[in-house]
T-cell receptor, first 114, second 115 residues
């Protein structure tokens, strides 16, 4: 079946540094990728939607200059958390779809900013 | 304003019995609903879905019921098994497929199956 690989699974970084998270579709072309964020005991919150070759569309309240999303190919999207702060510590999950097929999720990345 | 609500943060059910997880929504534009299962430190995995043109969809031990007039859906798991212990997210889409638009998720219900 379809698989979405997300890397790294865990990352610890110092405040002020940047962190890149990769999301790859392994056996299908991800025409659209989504990035979610989950706080403890909270829902998955959609951060942004990206279509291959286009700029990402960010949800209200998400800083596009802080959370840089690149979807340069049909199999890879990256989320870069720039100048990370402790409040950015969270669980980030990507998902991908080929046209209108159901979403497939990555396993998530636990980001801890110290 | 939460458009998808799962009012029970946790639910404990005895093994072999029926687990019923509930979900309410407020957005009348939603026309496709999905349930995802999530283990700790993993991404959600798709479980079952239902289109608004149906009121029931069954897949093995899992059945989803949709009551459009009440804007309510439920997931039934019978019989419940220890491996069903996980967090279950209800999700909704206004795109009849949940693909090209991001999903709106509830906060999840932690299902605990007791031996």
């Amino acid at each position: 079946g379809a698989v979405v690989s997300q890397h790294p699974s865990r990352v610890i970084c110092k405040s002020g540094t940047s962190v890149k998270i990769e999301c790859r579709s392994l056996d299908f072309q991800a025409t659209t990728m989504f990035w979610y964020r989950q706080f403890p005991k909270q829902s998955l919150m959609l951060m942004a939607t990206s279509n291959e070759g286009s700029k990402a569309t960010y949800e209200q309240g998400v800083e596009k200059d802080k959370f840089l999303i690149n979807h340069a190919s049909l199999t890879l999207s990256t989320l870069t958390v720039t100048s990370a702060h402790p409040e950015d510590s969270s669980f980030y999950i990507c998902s991908a779809t080929e046209y209108n097929s159901p979403l497939h999720f990555g396993n998530g990345t636990r980001l801890t900013v110290t | 304003d939460q458009q998808v609500k799962q009012n029970s943060p946790s639910l404990s059910v005895q093994e072999g019995r029926i687990s019923i997880l509930n979900c309410d929504y407020t957005n009348s534009m939603f026309d496709y609903f999905l349930w995802y299962k999530k283990y700790p430190a993993e991404g959600p995995t798709f479980l079952i879905s239902i289109s608004s043109i149906k009121d029931k969809n069954e897949d093995g031990r899992f059945t989803v019921f949709l009551n459009k007039s009440a804007k309510h859906l439920s997931l039934h798991i019978v019989p419940s098994q220890p491996g069903d212990s996980a967090v279950y997210f209800c999700a909704a889409s206004a795109n009849s497929g949940g693909g090209a638009d991001g999903l709106t998720f509830g906060k999840g219900t932690h299902l605990i199956i007791q031996p």
